[in-house]
T-cell receptor
Framework: GAGVSQSPSNKVTEKGKDVELRCDPI?????LYWYRQSLGQGLEFLIY????????KSGLPSDRFSAERTGGSVSTLTIQRTQQEDSAVYLC????????????????FGPGTRLTVL | AQSVAQPEDQVNVAEGNPLTVKCTYS??????LFWYVQYPNRGLQFLLK??????LVKGSYGFEAEFNKSQTSFHLKKPSALVSDSALYFC???????????????FGRGTQLTVWP
């Protein structure tokens, strides 16, 4: 079946512009995550959606970052007034819910969007 | 605070030799531990996980990992390395936050494994 898809695969933008990154999770997965992977760094958690629960936004680095998930499926990560330090690969992942939340289940990652801010 | 440490940025091993990629964790509750692999220009792929039960878990591509509660470690191992195992490996831990069903996943910084012929 189809995996997690992300678009665009690459995005080059100028400092100060807004960008939107899209994630299509695996069908039926109710948990969706956004991470950021910078060169030489590990994965930085950004935000986590699970079903109809309030999202965990504790990883968003500033108020320029926001994300929404419409209809419990597709998610959009928006970065306003982009800065050069926002340059990174943005990864989306999804997982299914079994039993007690999705604690036990592995996440399935998309290929990422490489964002370059000039 | 919850955290994961991968003390080695790089691990180099000859093909056919055993390999170990180290991971230690620090959490305030029961840990759920995961290993992921990232091949060049590709997304992360799940390798294996420890939830409960047998401390030795087996995963994809011949990898296994041992959960050691006293040492708070979850080292990734393979008896005989292949050149194709060369990739970036991430250890991750999830803990149920008190009062919440949402469990954050914390990743280590990654270990670059290089297997030479």
């Amino acid at each position: 079946g189809a995996g997690v898809s992300q678009s665009p695969s690459n995005k080059v933008t100028e400092k100060g512009k807004d960008v939107e990154l899209r994630c299509d999770p695996i069908s039926g997965h109710t948990a969706l995550y956004w991470y950021r992977q910078s060169l030489g760094q590990g994965l930085e958690f950004l935000i986590y959606f699970q079903g109809n629960s309030a999202p965990d936004k504790s990883g968003l680095p500033s108020d320029r970052f926001s994300a929404e998930r419409t209809g419990g499926s597709v998610s959009t990560l928006t970065i306003q007034r982009t800065q050069q330090e926002d340059s990174a690969v943005y990864l989306c992942a999804s997982s299914s819910i079994k039993g007690r939340g999705d604690l036990y289940n592995e996440q399935f990652f998309g290929p990422g969007t490489r964002l370059t801010v000039l | 605070a919850q955290s994961v440490a991968q003390p080695e940025d790089q691990v180099n091993v000859a093909e056919g030799n055993p390999l170990t990629v180290k991971c230690t964790y620090s959490v305030s509750g029961n840990p759920y531990l995961f290993w992921y692999v990232q091949y060049p220009n590709r997304g992360l792929q799940f390798l294996l996980k420890y939830i409960t039960g047998d401390n030795l878990v087996k995963g994809s591509y011949g990898f296994e990992a041992e959960f050691n509660k006293s040492q708070t470690s979850f080292h990734l191992k393979k008896p005989s390395a292949l050149v194709s195992d060369s990739a970036l490996y991430f250890c991750a831990v999830r803990v149920l936050d008190r009062g919440s069903t949402l469990g954050r996943l914390y990743f280590g910084r990654g270990t670059q494994l290089t297997v030479w012929p």
